[in-house]
């Protein structure tokens, strides 16, 4: 079982950054692969950023690729997700999930581990 713990939202003004932070439990952290999506009110869930915390390897959509960027410390257990520019239609909650096979990044549904979110909203 892995449990997964965002931290870092809040409410930003348009053209700040924020740096969300997901803590996970477990002592294979290193082999998981993460991810982070979004979901705002009245839409779908959203793949943000995906990152193989073996390899480093990271993934995005092209939409967010310039100004989103996700890492990770294996020492901490822990995923970051650096947002940078940020516009009032990023405005979601934003969730971490680990997922310990590979597939596709982006496939929400791939990924049986989930945090709690945590809430980002941006003023213009």
């Known amino acids: 079982q892995v449990q997964l713990v965002e931290s870092g939202g809040g409410l930003v003004q348009a053209g700040g950054s924020l740096r969300l932070s997901c803590a996970a439990s477990?002592?294979?952290?290193?082999?998981?692969?993460m991810g982070w999506f979004r979901q705002a009110p009245g839409k779908e869930r959203e793949f943000v950023a995906g990152i193989n915390c073996t390899s480093g390897s990271t993934y995005y959509p092209d939409s967010l690729k310039v100004r989103f960027t996700i890492s990770r410390d294996n020492a901490k257990n822990t995923v970051y997700l650096q947002m940078n520019s940020l516009k009032p239609e990023d405005t979601a909650v934003y969730y971490c999930?680990?997922?310990?096979?590979?597939?596709?990044?982006?496939?929400?549904?791939?990924?049986?581990?989930w945090g709690q979110g945590t809430q980002v909203t941006v003023s213009s």
């Open positions: 999930a680990a997922k310990a096979y590979g597939g596709s990044y982006s496939e929400a549904k791939l990924y049986p581990y």
């Open positions: 477990g002592r294979t952290f290193s082999s998981y692969r």
